[in-house]
């Protein structure tokens, strides 16, 4: 099979290609549930240079969403929500830009080879034991395991359109590089670290001391008045197709809540469930024996009834679990490496593993609990069964009825006729800018962003909104001006307050400065005055500060001055702070020499994934990309 490969239509959009590959692989008998939605599969969703994206494949590719969510959140996790987060439209712009990478491949003559597919399957550890591919037949029965299955060629294609985005990635970015003397500086940036203590003022404690007179409203006002202009705003009359009006409708019988409920019972069904510590000690880049050796040592320590977790805390190399005394947490069968779920389920709550081996290096395991698989009953989930299908229900009903209006709806003046034939009512908004809620519907950027491309005169064709389908005609523009006063008075007061706020906690933090500085003990001083310097943990750049959030202005400061130095006053955005420098940690030699091959490559990584989106927009301005919006919506509805 795996030498009958052929080009299939594609998958998901590139930046996404590996992390939706290791999904399938990792996850594969959760992966593309069909929940039998796909009507009209061949229709086509959008173009991109020819190449088509169909309802089917948009159907699956947000199923496969579905399905990660609910992995990830639980069963509560319904399309409903999906729909009002705008996931639709996400994977829509996904499916588009991985179409677009695929047809600026194809131009550019990039291709996968049927050997640089088997290549990089058989590198896959779901295909992999002991280090060999695990055969033709297995490798089969693992992609049908699916639910649907998944072929063997469906399969390989989709690699075969990972490998292919890949190779154009590299073409486009291989070239770039950085200085040695650029990524140390960075690494720097974003690894050294200072312990501080804090004193800080906020603008907001100050508000109530100080006041806005009018002369001093106006005075502010006459030199800012640029900050207060208004800018373009538009007013539309509407007619809203209302999902959540129709669903309280909507009767959904007994019979088809069963029907849902045995469809799709595994969605019910929490499998067997084990809680573990590890204590990983990495081979990577290292002698095997001697790692080999240490953790023998502190697998003896372990089982010799050491704590497991204060040894982990010490010694585990796993970054993401060490500080909790290496514990995973729960997981089921098929979460972790093949060799690591192994040895995980064989054990019993409190027993520790012997040495296991794995891609990462020696483990030690400690199983903390099991949880038996455990599926809720029908009438636990009644409830939610009856609210997720009448909601599909009511959608499917209002993208029909607004599949039906769309003939009916050419001009303005169609709006108050068809709304009276169908029980409907046509609402005017008030004004609003571009970044603004339209009055009655709520955020709803499609609807806001299609009125301000509106004339005078245009009628919308239906537009998908969190509430559900809107027709929508502009009835009148008001261009961006400068304000008279009295429209911002109270804009203009707070700002006026807010700027007064932050003067004085500027003066109150300069008279304490000038107090800290001489004092022998810095947190004493200013409890003594009345205020509380909190103290940080060891931080990077970036990172919040207490009271202030992240403040630019106080870690330039914190990095600048030496240890046991006190600061002047720092203004931020937010107030005012004095800082005490405790302690610092700067990255030595060695620890930059240890990081510098692997930090070079994840900060080459970044610049090239920045550069080749980059490249992608200016590729999908020579490409014809159409969208029909109304298959969209009746593969989502």
């Known amino acids: 099979m795996l030498d009958r490969m052929r080009q299939h239509r594609s998958w998901l959009k590139w930046s996404l290609a590996l992390v939706v590959l290791s999904f399938v692989i990792f996850y594969i008998p959760e992966f593309l549930r069909s929940t039998g939605a796909d009507a009209g599969a061949g229709e086509t969703i959008a173009s991109v240079a020819g190449h088509e994206i169909t309802a089917g494949e948009f159907r699956r590719a947000y199923q496969a969403q579905l399905q990660a969510y609910r992995s990830s959140y639980g069963g509560n996790m319904s399309e409903q929500l999906l729909k009002q987060l705008g996931v639709d439209q996400q994977i829509l712009q996904q499916l588009v ?21 088997r290549q990089r399957i058989f590198a896959m550890p779901a295909f992999q034991e002991n ?10 029965q693992l992609l049908r395991r699916n639910s649907p299955p998944l072929s063997a060629s469906d399969f390989e294609d989709r690699v075969r359109r990972s490998v292919t985005v890949e190779k154009l990635r590299a073409t486009v970015t291989e070239w770039l590089s950085v200085a040695d003397p650029e990524l140390e500086q960075e690494y720097r940036r974003r690894n050294d670290k200072v312990k501080l203590a804090v004193v800080g003022f906020t603008a907001d404690t100050f508000r109530g001391q100080v006041s806005a007179s009018d002369a001093d409203i106006t005075s502010y006002f006459d030199a800012h008045k640029t900050d207060f202009k208004i800018p373009e705003k538009r007013k539309i009359r509407y007619l809203l197709i ?25 969605q019910y069904t929490t499998p067997e469930q084990v809680r573990a510590s590890h204590i990983l000690l990495k081979t990577e880049g290292k002698d095997d024996a001697a790692v080999k050796a240490k953790a023998e040592d502190l697998l003896k320590q372990a089982k010799a009834g050491s704590d497991f977790a204060e040894l982990a805390k010490k010694h585990s190399e796993d970054e993401g679990s060490a500080k909790s005394g290496g514990d995973l947490d729960y997981f089921q069968r098929g979460k972790m490496v093949a060799e690591f779920d192994q040895a995980a389920f064989a054990m019993q709550p409190g027993q520790v593993s012997d040495l296991v081996k794995t891609q990462y290096g020696y483990h030690i395991i400690k199983l903390v609990d099991r949880k038996p698989a455990t599926t809720r009953t029908l009438a636990e ?16 009903q209002a993208a029909d009825l ?13 709006l108050d006729r068809v709304a009276k034939a169908n029980g409907l009512t046509v609402q005017e908004s008030g004004f609003f800018a571009r970044d603004e809620p339209v009055m009655g519907l709520g955020p709803a950027p499609e609807a806001t962003s299609r009125a301000f491309e509106m004339k005078p005169g245009d009628v919308s064709g239906s537009v998908r909104v969190s509430r559900g389908f809107v027709f929508e005609a502009l009835v009148a523009k008001q261009d961006p001006y400068v304000p008279k006063l009295d429209e911002v008075k109270e804009r203009v007061r707070d700002e006026v307050i807010k700027q007064k706020a932050r003067t004085l906690s500027k003066q109150k933090a300069v008279e304490m400065a000038a107090r800290l500085k001489s004092a022998p003990d810095f947190e004493k001083a200013a409890k003594a005055a009345g205020v509380e310097a909190k103290t940080t943990e060891l931080i990077t750049r970036d990172s919040p500060i207490p009271d202030l ?17 006190v600061s002047d006053a720092i203004a931020t955005d937010n107030g005012t702070a004095v800082i005490k420098v405790l302690e ?3 990255t030595t030699p060695d620890e930059w020499k240890t990081a510098k091959d692997r930090f070079r490559e994840e900060f080459l990584n970044d610049r090239r994934n920045r550069f080749f989106s980059a490249y992608m927009v200016k590729a999908k301005q020579r490409m014809k990309i159409d969208v029909n919006r109304e298959t969209l919506q009746r593969a989502v509805g």
């Open 549 to 565: 959030g992240t403040a630019a202005a106080v870690e330039d400061a914190a990095f600048k001055l030496p240890v046991g130095a």
């Open 97 to 117: 830009e991985e179409r677009a990478a695929l047809a600026e491949a194809e131009r550019l003559g990039i291709r996968a080879s049927d050997q640089e597919v």
């Open 584 to 586: 610092k940690k700067e």
């Open 402 to 414: 607004a599949q039906k209006l769309e003939r009916d709806i050419s001009k303005p003046v169609d």
């Open 131 to 140: 280090g060999a591919f695990i055969g033709e037949q297995r490798y089969q």
């Open 242 to 266: 209302d999902v959540e009006a129709r669903r309280a409708k909507v009767a959904v019988p007994p019979a088809d809540i069963e029907r849902a409920y045995n469809n799709n019972s595994e």
């Open 381 to 396: 989930v009644r409830q939610q069964l009856n609210d997720q299908l009448a909601y599909e229900r009511a959608q499917a």
